[in-house]
């Protein structure tokens, strides 16, 4: 009975991913272009630096940067759409959880943005004229997927906060670029003032982002990498379960109001 409930689960996710991606694929080559456009400074700003580590960190900081705008303000408008068309309201009579449709959703959100990552990332290289530098290249592809898992789960908790609302569009603009800056996307956690670094512990991806700062060195410490991770695990474990409990209350109150978007 637990297999064919992880079976069900599983395919949950994969057809709502299937389907998001397939909804936003006309999109795809326009967030290319504008991909390149969105991370030219950020290459400037790498070329003039000239230290091959600090270039690797800010063109996988910029590939980050494509994927949370993409969590964040894509998933939000899209989310605030669903529910101003009504879409959202059949998920709420279908057998699929609540939570896990959404947070598919803005893993769907997350992967499609991806491509365009790639492409900011390879003109962050080009521009500086600068190779990477890969201290172990290993624990960097793990740390730039925890990363991806960190913005999905922090817009997997605004994703249930605009349901929360009622839809209302345009606040998650503003996290945006406070997100970028305190999830280590520019400066690695251990960088940042004390201040904004009290902040940013809070964010998984800083994590992991710290954990992609030292992959990236010569001296890799496997030491720092895991503990990182683990700490990435953790807090993303956490905002997940905030999310969840959300989420399951707020589809409590709907199914006994039988009220989408307007009053949970």
Not at 82 to 93: H, K, Q, S, V
Not at 101 to 128: D, N, R
Request: aromatic share 12%.
């Amino acid at each position: 009975m637990g297999d064919a409930n992880l079976q069900k689960l599983l395919r949950t996710v994969i057809s709502t991913v299937c389907k998001e991606i397939r909804t936003a694929r006309s999109s795809l080559l326009p967030k290319l272009f504008y991909a390149i456009l969105g991370v030219v400074a950020i290459a400037y700003i790498a070329r003039m630096v000239g230290n091959r580590a600090a270039v690797t960190y800010l063109a996988f900081g910029a590939a980050m940067i494509m994927v949370w705008a993409g969590a964040i303000a894509t998933g939000g408008w899209a989310m605030s759409a669903e529910m101003g068309a009504g879409t959202l309201d059949f998920t709420l009579i279908s057998a699929a959880p609540l939570p896990l449709v959404l947070f598919s959703k803005i893993l769907a959100t997350a992967l499609f943005e991806l491509p365009s990552g790639i492409m900011g990332m390879i003109t962050v290289f080009a521009v500086s004229e600068t190779a990477p530098q890969v201290g172990n290249a290993l624990m960097l592809a793990v740390s730039f997927i925890f990363a991806i898992l960190g913005a999905v789960v922090i817009g997997y908790f605004f994703c249930v906060l605009i349901v929360l609302i009622g839809g209302r569009a345009g606040f998650f603009m503003g996290i945006v670029p406070f997100g970028i800056v305190l999830s280590g996307y520019i400066l690695p956690m251990e960088r940042m003032p004390a201040v904004i670094q009290a902040i940013s512990m809070f964010i998984p991806s800083s994590w992991a982002m710290n954990s992609l700062w030292f992959s990236v060195g010569h001296d890799a410490n496997l030491r720092k990498i895991a503990f990182n991770l683990f700490m990435c695990l953790v807090i993303s474990a956490v905002w997940l379960t905030i999310s969840y409990g959300l989420c399951r209350w707020g589809e409590r109150r709907i199914i006994v109001s039988g009220n989408l978007g307007k009053q949970w």
